[in-house]
């Protein structure tokens, strides 16, 4: 069964991005893709996807409005990292959340596990019993991080540490990187990969004008 998949993204150039990762998995087609929330009802209606997804940041509603309406399984793709919006995003009934900037690979782990869950969950002629509904749950999330980063070396990893906490301060990747006199996008990824294992917070920075970008800040133990 080839899984429906509807990308919901305001971004012409990053929904292009996003439909090349899913055409990359196995068992997965893009079968549209909306750039409001408002044309994200529409395509829903007409083209029945099996799974969204969405980003927060689109013109006129936000995505979790959205969410909030639906009731196709969605995964959340979005820059939004604060709290409040991802504990909201969950409550709406997002079935993962997947920060921005991520790689393929990122995106294809949370899609092969979507559609282990969905397999799980898609006979509809008989009823789930508590086994068959814990193993869903346990499905998707399995693999959410890789065991073994790709590209990432500890030595540069504890050198953008250390940059990050000597800095004393909150630092966007492109600070850090000139600070260290490395690539913006080698700060981003190890930085990213920092707060992902829980080792610096990442909350957004906003300016007078374009897209908010990441900020982080080194957690004293």
Same mark, same amino acid.
């Given at each position: 069964?080839?899984? =429906?998949?509807?990308?919901?993204? &305001?971004?012409? =150039?990053?929904?292009?991005? %996003?439909?090349?990762?899913?055409?990359?998995?196995?068992?997965?087609?893009?079968?549209?893709?909306?750039? +409001?929330?408002?044309?994200?009802? @529409?395509?829903?209606?007409?083209?029945?996807?099996?799974?969204?997804?969405?980003?927060?940041?689109?013109?006129?509603?936000?995505?979790?409005?959205?969410?909030?309406? +639906?009731?196709?399984?969605?995964?959340?793709?979005?820059?939004?990292?604060?709290?409040?919006?991802?504990?909201?995003?969950?409550?709406?009934?997002?079935?993962?959340?997947?920060?921005?900037?991520?790689?393929?690979?990122?995106?294809?782990?949370?899609?092969?596990?979507?559609?282990?869950? %969905?397999?799980?969950?898609?006979?509809? &002629?008989?009823?789930? *019993? @508590?086994?068959?509904? &814990?193993?869903?749950?346990?499905? /998707? %999330?399995?693999?959410?991080?890789?065991?073994?980063?790709?590209? =990432?070396?500890?030595?540069?990893?504890?050198?953008?540490?250390?940059?990050?906490?000597? %800095?004393?301060?909150?630092?966007?990747?492109?600070?850090?990187?000139?600070?260290?006199?490395?690539? =913006?996008? *080698?700060? @981003?990824?190890? /930085?990213?990969?920092?707060?992902?294992?829980?080792?610096?917070?990442?909350?957004?920075?906003?300016?007078?004008?374009?897209?908010?970008?990441?900020?982080?800040?080194?957690?004293?133990?």
């Amino acid at each position: 069964m080839t899984i =429906r998949v509807l990308i919901v993204e &305001d971004d012409i =150039r990053v929904a292009m991005v %996003h439909a090349d990762f899913v055409r990359r998995v196995s068992g997965f087609t893009v079968v549209g893709v909306a750039h +409001t929330a408002a044309n994200a009802r @529409q395509k829903v209606a007409e083209l029945s996807p099996d799974l969204v997804l969405l980003d927060n940041y689109l013109p006129g509603e936000s995505g979790l409005l959205f969410l909030r309406d +639906t009731t196709v399984d969605v995964i959340m793709l979005t820059a939004v990292s604060d709290v409040p919006t991802v504990r909201a995003a969950f409550a709406a009934g997002a079935l993962n959340y997947l920060v921005k900037p991520f790689d393929a690979e990122d995106l294809a782990e949370r899609l092969n596990a979507y559609s282990r869950y %969905h397999a799980q969950l898609s006979s509809s &002629d008989r009823t789930a *019993t @508590q086994a068959d509904i &814990d193993r869903a749950v346990r499905l /998707l %999330h399995e693999r959410d991080r890789r065991e073994t980063p790709k590209g =990432r070396s500890a030595a540069t990893a504890r050198v953008v540490a250390n940059g990050l906490r000597d %800095h004393g301060r909150p630092a966007s990747a492109a600070e850090i990187a000139a600070l260290l006199g490395i690539a =913006r996008a *080698t700060a @981003q990824r190890y /930085l990213t990969a920092l707060a992902q294992d829980g080792q610096v917070t990442m909350t957004l920075r906003y300016g007078t004008t374009g897209r908010p970008e990441h900020e982080y800040q080194w957690i004293e133990p």
